[in-house]
T-cell receptor, first 116, second 112 residues
Framework: SAVISQKPSRDICQRGTSLTIQCQVD?????MFWYRQQPGQSLTLIAT?????????ESGFVIDKFPISRPNLTFSTLTVSNMSPEDSSIYLC?????????????FGQGTRLTVV | LAKTTQPISMDSYEGQEVNITCSHN???????ITWYQQFPSQGPRFIIQ???TKVTNEVASLFIPADRKSSTLSLPRVSLSDTAVYYC?????????????FGQGTELSVKP
């Protein structure tokens, strides 16, 4: 299993500013995933963060808006840049199990972002 | 990754068995079927995973027919605390990607 800590748990931000969300895992993982969950909606994958290389973004998400860092195998950050009210969502960090062949994913509690 | 389709919502009463069916017509040979549960203000939580036939754990059962184009999550004797959104996903093994694509999910409401 994996325990994931996300910070902050929630924040209210002014439009035009940026917020960096931190994700800490209690074990080393190769890939970390960032999701967005808009109010009342399902989860949408933003990007895959690989240690030692640039993140891989899904269609509709770009690095300038959601820059990601992955300095080591247990930590990642997601920045939501130049925020607008449309960015108000829950942002979740996830990892897949660390054993070979393990496909169980573990999620952080999420960061609830409100942009005003 | 294969797209999944499941009912948007379901209602049940305490003590009943609930079956949620998911279709995944384009599932690939190396795909697993996984179900997650999400409560409000929490991240999704793994419930059960299977490849074929039937899998059972302390929480639920997962039925997968031979063609693997659908699967059914069975929750025995639900309680009010089972009220949540349930997601059916098709996913690859860790060393082949591990990326999860969530569908719309099924919002289960359990009433007293």
């Amino acid at each position: 299993s994996a325990v994931i800590s996300q910070k902050p748990s929630r924040d209210i931000c002014q439009r035009g500013t940026s917020l960096t969300i931190q994700c800490q895992v209690d074990s080393q993982v190769t890939m970390m995933f960032w999701y967005r969950q808009q109010p009342g909606q399902s989860l949408t994958l933003i990007a895959t963060a690989n240690q030692g290389s640039e993140a891989t973004y899904e269609s509709g998400f770009v690095i300038d808006k959601f820059p990601i860092s992955r300095p080591n195998l247990t930590f990642s950050t997601l920045t939501v840049s130049n925020m607008s009210p449309e960015d108000s969502s829950i942002y979740l960090c996830s990892v897949v199990g660390t054993l070979p062949g393990d496909t169980e994913a573990f999620f952080g509690q999420g960061t609830r972002l409100t942009v005003v | 990754l294969a797209k999944t389709t499941q009912p948007i919502s379901m209602d049940s009463y305490e003590g009943q068995e609930v079956n949620i069916t998911c279709s995944h017509n384009n599932i690939a040979t190396n795909d697993y079927i996984t179900w997650y549960q999400q409560f409000p203000s929490q991240g999704p939580r793994f419930i059960i995973q299977g490849y074929k036939t039937k899998v059972t754990n302390e929480v639920a059962s997962l039925f997968i027919p031979a063609d693997r184009k659908s699967s059914t999550l069975s929750l025995p004797r639900v309680s009010l605390s089972d009220t949540a959104v349930y997601y059916c996903l098709v996913s690859r093994v860790y060393n082949q990607g591990g990326k999860l694509i969530f569908g719309q999910g099924t919002e289960l409401s359990v009433k007293p």
